[in-house]
């Protein structure tokens, strides 16, 4: 359009300029005519043979006046000249346009000079027509040809658009631009199909596990709130959060790529399962948690469900050796609910799932819409406190084998807890709730004291045991009060226990940790730091410390036959802790090679499933 406006200017430019040569031209053609006029005027009035004019009376009575536009008389009879100025017969505009000089004539009789300039009106209406004419006729031309020009511009334009909208449009005259329009359309339809092709990836990337090829949290969030608030359909669907417990105890033992094929492993068997219902989507939404949303699915078929699920669960726990594989907490949902509401039923359900048996499954009814949120911390309250009261838990125990003669070996002591009919519920489970409950420094005090009597009462002479800490109690100051006024009331069985402490827990709280490791220094028992290694200030808290024991991490052990830099990095480790009268203990062995490796390396202890399996107490 702006080309448009330019070329507009330029012909209104082109068409002043034509107007003003023409006007020129005929002007030139018409002032000869106009000069010739004036002189056969003077000839036809006889001026150079006039007598004295002395009035402009006696002018008129000599001459046609009219024939004159100008007329200025000189001589000796008159004291100024006489001047007529007939502006009245002359067409003013043609008159401006083609001015003539005045003629001068001298009367051959006396000294009379007259100047004068004839009217010629014929010939100045005639200019002035021509002009009209001239001026007209481009004026009509440079309008039509513009209407012309900008009627053909818009249908171009309308081709053009439509070609570029719609490519089965009506090809443009023009060829070039119709090719150019075409070049570009194919080379933006390939460049629209890659940004396409990169969003669905991008799109897929943000909402797929990595590990699982599942969707993941923001998958199963988008998927539950839309169906959630879809009020008009009124549609149900059945809800089913599936979360494994043995993925931390797989981790620490068999290191973190067995964790890894651990989870894909339960993700492919959620998904075959899923896989033999219609409408089933399968979510990963934290690292040992999956969830399930079945859409119009049945109670009954939510039933068929959770016990194919626990069957396939109960195969692989008989085939890894595992205490559980995971537990299911069903509830049925429909729309107009909200995903707080819901997804507390789900985690009530879980609740019940994991006091019922290995690898059980509960059901949730959603018409208790009205129920608080929290009653999934209260109903495990009420279990915890139940276990408090009644010592529901025992022991298991594994050894940590000295490798050489000046380490002292000792039993790690596992906490068990037992619920109704004498079901097994995940040690991680009940330490996550304690901790989720406000309860968590109340039952490590029982454990405790359960631990010290079972030592006073069942142990040999020169046994040792290992007892794990959480990170809550020790930044608790009035338990570690509490533990030091009872390990100093009992100094034989303080000089026999290994307080373990994962290292992820120390570093958060440094002061408090250094707190406590003073205070077992103090009362004669001994400090290990488990899971050394995986931190990169894995060296200066050891530093800080001063830990009696170190547990190297078992995914440093998991392929150390295969993996000359996790030699090397272990191979300073123990350099480093022998150094400074620490000793070493790898924990997570399996196979005879890791050992041998380990031994030639002056380990100081060693553990893991090739040692021995943890067993009861």
């Not at 024939?67 to 502006?87: A, R, V």
């Not at 009331?489 to 994962?502: G, N, V």
Request: charged letters at 20%.
């Amino acid at each position: 359009m702006n080309n448009f406006k330019h070329s507009l200017w330029a012909s209104s430019l082109f068409f002043i300029v034509l107007v003003v040569t023409l006007t020129i031209a005929a002007k030139a053609m018409f002032n000869t005519s106009l000069l010739h006029q004036q002189q056969l005027l003077s000839e036809s009035e006889q001026l150079s043979s006039l007598p004295d004019i002395t009035s402009l009376n006696q002018l008129t009575e000599v001459i046609d006046i009219d024939k004159f536009s100008y007329i200025k008389i000189s001589n000796d009879q008159l004291s100024s000249p006489l001047t007529f100025d007939n502006e009245s017969g002359v067409i003013s505009f043609a008159h401006k346009l083609l001015p003539i000089a005045e003629s001068l004539e001298v009367s051959t009789t006396t000294n009379q000079i007259i100047e004068y300039s004839a009217a010629n009106i014929n010939l100045y209406q005639l200019y002035e027509n021509i002009v009209y004419s001239i001026v007209g006729g481009l004026l009509l031309t440079f309008l039509f040809n513009n209407i012309i020009y900008f009627r053909l511009f818009n249908y171009i334009e309308r081709m053009i658009v439509g070609e570029i909208i719609n490519n089965k449009a009506k090809k443009s005259p023009l060829k070039t631009v119709s090719k150019h329009i075409e070049d570009k359309r194919h080379l933006f339809e390939i460049q629209l199909q890659l940004k396409e092709e990169k969003i669905i990836k991008l799109t897929s990337q943000a909402t797929m596990d990595n590990l699982t090829g599942l969707s993941n949290r923001h998958a199963f969030r988008k998927e539950l709130t839309q169906f959630l608030s879809d009020e008009y359909q009124q549609q149900h669907a059945i809800l089913s959060i599936i979360r494994i417990f043995e993925l931390s105890a797989v981790n620490i033992t068999r290191g973190s790529q067995q964790g890894d094929e651990y989870i894909l492993s339960i993700a492919n068997i959620i998904r075959d399962v899923a896989a033999k219902f219609k409408n089933v989507n399968v979510f990963r939404i934290s690292g040992s948690d999956f969830a399930v949303i079945a859409h119009n699915m049945s109670i009954t078929n939510a039933q068929k469900f959770s016990n194919e699920l626990k069957i396939k669960f109960d195969q692989y726990q008989s085939i890894n050796d595992l205490e559980s594989v995971a537990f299911n907490g069903v509830t049925s949902i429909s729309s107009n609910q909200l995903p707080e509401q819901v997804l507390a039923r789900a985690d009530i359900a879980l609740a019940k799932a994991q006091i019922s048996g290995s690898n059980a499954w509960a059901f949730e009814d959603s018409k208790n819409n009205n129920q608080e949120f929290d009653l999934g911390e209260k109903y495990w309250r009420a279990v915890i406190i139940d276990i408090m009261e009644k010592r529901s838990f025992s022991f298991l125990q594994q050894p940590v084998q000295a490798v050489h003669r000046n380490m002292k070996g000792y039993q790690e002591i596992f906490t068990r807890f037992i619920g109704d009919n004498d079901n097994t519920i995940p040690t991680s489970t009940v330490f996550s709730m304690a901790q989720r409950t406000d309860t968590i420094i109340k039952l490590e005090k029982i454990i405790l004291e359960k631990v010290i009597s079972n030592y006073r009462g069942k142990a040999k002479p020169n046994t040792r045991w290992g007892i794990n800490v959480s990170s809550t109690a020790i930044q608790n100051s009035s338990f570690i009060i509490w533990l030091e006024r009872l390990l100093l009331r009992e100094p034989d069985i303080a000089s026999s226990l290994f307080f373990e402490i994962q290292e992820r827990l120390l570093d958060s709280n440094l002061a408090s940790s250094k707190r406590f490791f003073d205070m077992l220094k103090r009362v004669g028992s001994h400090s290990v730091i488990c899971n050394f290694g995986k931190g990169i200030g894995s060296f200066s808290l050891f530093k800080e410390l001063k830990p009696d024991y170190i547990k190297i991490d078992a995914s440093l052990v998991a392929d150390l036959e295969h993996d000359s830099s996790n030699q090397q990095f272990i191979r300073m480790i123990i350099d480093v802790a022998q150094r400074m009268e620490c000793q070493v203990i790898a924990e997570g062995i399996e196979n005879p090679e890791q050992r041998q490796i380990l031994e030639s390396m002056y380990i100081d202890g060693v553990q893991g499933f090739l040692i021995a399996r943890p067993t009861e107490l």
